[in-house]
């Protein structure tokens, strides 16, 4: 691809994407939430309250399905900022999960700055392709990657 050529990347602004991370009792959820925070504070998308939309609290919910991207951001495969979301009845155009980039879940906090920036890169690299659409979608929610495939619900 090159400079000039943005048919295969992603325009969307910072306020039409929403970032949706675990914050877990672990390792890999602390990094998660870490990760939003910081694109958050990049501009690069919106954090947004992951226990409000779990809790099916309308005005979240009802925001949330204005935005053109979805993102949950998962401490490991268990899933559970995905599945919350997918239960509110959101789809997740983008699911980023730390343990998949090689980090191993443990009871421990000391994460470091060199766990963030690689999350935080492989973020940016899922936000700079196109998001899968809706009616693409429609009973495949659980899009790992646009490039990977997707696996059926």
């Not at 295969?8 to 914050?23: D, F, G, R």
């Not at 979301?85 to 983008?94: F, P, Q």
């Not at 999350?119 to 196109?130: G, M």
């Not at 429609?138 to 990977?148: F, Q």
Request: charged share 25%.
């Amino acid at each position: 691809m090159t400079a000039k050529d943005t048919s295969q990347q992603c325009l969307c602004k910072a306020e039409e994407i929403i970032l949706l991370p675990c914050s877990g009792g672990s390792n890999c959820g602390q990094i998660a939430n870490q990760v939003a925070v910081k694109l958050d504070e990049e501009g690069v998308g919106k954090i947004y309250c992951l226990a409000g939309i779990g809790a099916h609290i309308k005005g979240m919910v009802e925001s949330a399905k204005s935005a053109k991207r979805i993102v949950a951001l998962d401490g490991c495969e268990v899933a559970c900022s995905k599945k919350t979301i997918e239960h509110a009845g959101l789809l997740v155009t983008d699911w980023v999960c730390v343990t998949e980039e090689g980090i191993e879940k443990a009871h421990r906090f000391n994460i470091t700055p060199g766990e963030i920036a690689l999350i935080i890169r492989r973020t940016k690299e899922h936000l700079a392709k196109l998001p899968q659409t809706a009616n693409d979608a429609r009973g495949r929610l659980d899009i790992t990657s646009h490039e990977e495939g997707r696996r059926e619900v």
